[in-house]
Protein backbone atom coordinates (compact mmCIF):
# COMPACT_ATOMS: atom_id res chain seq x y z
CA UNK A 1 0.00 0.00 0.00
CA UNK A 2 1.40 3.37 -0.95
CA UNK A 3 -0.02 6.57 0.39
CA UNK A 4 0.78 9.63 -2.75
CA UNK A 5 0.94 12.95 -1.34
CA UNK A 6 0.73 15.72 -3.51
CA UNK A 7 -0.36 19.82 -3.19
CA UNK A 8 1.54 21.63 -1.17
CA UNK A 9 3.76 24.83 -1.91
CA UNK A 10 4.74 28.63 -0.99
CA UNK A 11 1.53 30.93 -0.50
CA UNK A 12 0.82 34.26 0.91
CA UNK A 13 -0.50 35.09 3.85
CA UNK A 14 -4.76 34.76 3.45
CA UNK A 15 -4.28 32.57 0.75
CA UNK A 16 -5.37 28.96 -0.06
CA UNK A 17 -4.21 25.54 -1.01
CA UNK A 18 -5.48 21.86 -1.68
CA UNK A 19 -4.06 18.78 -0.82
CA UNK A 20 -4.38 15.51 -1.72
CA UNK A 21 -3.89 12.01 -1.26
CA UNK A 22 -4.16 8.44 -2.84
CA UNK A 23 -3.97 5.34 -1.70
CA UNK A 24 -2.97 2.66 -4.28
CA UNK A 25 -2.32 -0.93 -3.65
CA UNK A 26 -4.12 -4.67 -2.37
CA UNK A 27 -6.18 -3.82 0.33
CA UNK A 28 -10.08 -4.42 1.85
CA UNK A 29 -10.67 -1.32 2.79
CA UNK A 30 -9.67 2.39 4.51
CA UNK A 31 -11.10 2.98 7.57
CA UNK A 32 -9.33 6.64 8.95
CA UNK A 33 -7.35 9.02 6.54
CA UNK A 34 -5.78 12.21 7.93
CA UNK A 35 -3.89 14.89 7.80
CA UNK A 36 -0.96 15.95 10.59
CA UNK A 37 1.88 18.34 10.23
CA UNK A 38 5.45 18.90 11.46
CA UNK A 39 7.01 22.02 11.83
CA UNK A 40 10.85 22.32 12.13
CA UNK A 41 11.55 21.86 15.81
CA UNK A 42 8.26 20.76 16.61
CA UNK A 43 6.38 16.88 16.93
CA UNK A 44 4.34 16.18 14.49
CA UNK A 45 0.48 16.79 15.14
CA UNK A 46 -2.98 15.74 13.84
CA UNK A 47 -4.56 18.78 11.63
CA UNK A 48 -7.49 17.20 10.71
CA UNK A 49 -8.83 13.23 10.52
CA UNK A 50 -12.19 11.90 8.57
CA UNK A 51 -13.90 8.60 9.27
CA UNK A 52 -15.03 6.11 6.29
CA UNK A 53 -18.48 7.65 6.73
CA UNK A 54 -17.64 11.34 6.35
CA UNK A 55 -17.12 12.50 10.10
CA UNK A 56 -14.34 14.82 10.80
CA UNK A 57 -12.37 16.36 13.78
CA UNK A 58 -10.31 18.95 13.30
CA UNK A 59 -7.44 20.49 15.65
CA UNK A 60 -8.48 23.85 17.45
CA UNK A 61 -5.80 26.26 15.35
CA UNK A 62 -7.46 25.25 12.04
CA UNK A 63 -11.20 24.83 12.77
CA UNK A 64 -12.95 27.30 10.21
CA UNK A 65 -10.29 27.41 8.27
CA UNK A 66 -9.65 23.94 6.58
CA UNK A 67 -12.13 21.40 5.27
CA UNK A 68 -10.86 17.65 4.97
CA UNK A 69 -12.94 15.39 2.73
CA UNK A 70 -12.50 11.80 1.08
CA UNK A 71 -13.36 10.22 -2.02
CA UNK A 72 -14.06 6.80 -0.89
CA UNK A 73 -14.41 5.69 -4.76
CA UNK A 74 -10.94 6.99 -5.09
CA UNK A 75 -9.43 5.87 -1.92
CA UNK A 76 -8.19 9.67 -1.98
CA UNK A 77 -8.11 12.31 1.04
CA UNK A 78 -8.51 16.19 0.67
CA UNK A 79 -7.32 18.94 2.63
CA UNK A 80 -8.53 22.60 1.38
CA UNK A 81 -6.65 25.12 3.24
CA UNK A 82 -8.08 28.29 3.65
CA UNK A 83 -6.92 31.41 5.29
CA UNK A 84 -3.70 30.05 5.77
CA UNK A 85 -1.17 31.81 8.47
CA UNK A 86 2.57 32.07 8.78
CA UNK A 87 2.20 29.56 11.71
CA UNK A 88 0.71 26.44 8.85
CA UNK A 89 4.03 26.22 7.71
CA UNK A 90 5.29 22.56 7.83
CA UNK A 91 5.58 19.33 6.36
CA UNK A 92 1.93 17.75 5.77
CA UNK A 93 1.69 14.10 5.91
CA UNK A 94 -0.83 12.06 4.92
CA UNK A 95 -2.31 9.04 6.96
CA UNK A 96 -4.35 6.04 6.55
CA UNK A 97 -6.19 3.36 8.55
CA UNK A 98 -5.93 0.70 5.83
CA UNK A 99 -7.16 -3.14 6.35
CA UNK A 100 -5.54 -5.65 4.54
CA UNK A 101 -6.35 -8.93 2.49
CA UNK A 102 -5.57 -10.80 6.00
CA UNK A 103 -8.29 -8.35 7.80
CA UNK A 104 -5.55 -6.56 10.31
CA UNK A 105 -5.36 -2.81 10.32
CA UNK A 106 -2.14 -1.10 9.68
CA UNK A 107 -1.37 2.17 9.99
CA UNK A 108 0.58 3.86 6.61
CA UNK A 109 1.77 7.05 6.11
CA UNK A 110 2.46 9.25 2.78
CA UNK A 111 5.97 10.92 1.91
CA UNK A 112 5.44 14.45 2.74
CA UNK A 113 4.74 17.80 1.21
CA UNK A 114 5.83 21.03 1.99
CA UNK A 115 3.36 23.65 2.86
CA UNK A 116 5.19 27.12 3.37
CA UNK A 117 3.18 30.55 4.14
CA UNK A 118 5.01 33.62 3.90
CA UNK A 119 5.13 36.69 1.99
Known amino acids: VQLQASGGGLVQPGGSLRLSCAAS????????MGWYRQAPGKQRELVAD???????NYADSVKGRHTISRDNAKNTVYLQMDTLKPEDTAVYYC??????????????WGQGTQVTVST
Open 95 to 108: NAGVVGTTYHEYDY
Open 25 to 32: GSFFRINN
Open 50 to 56: ITSGGSA
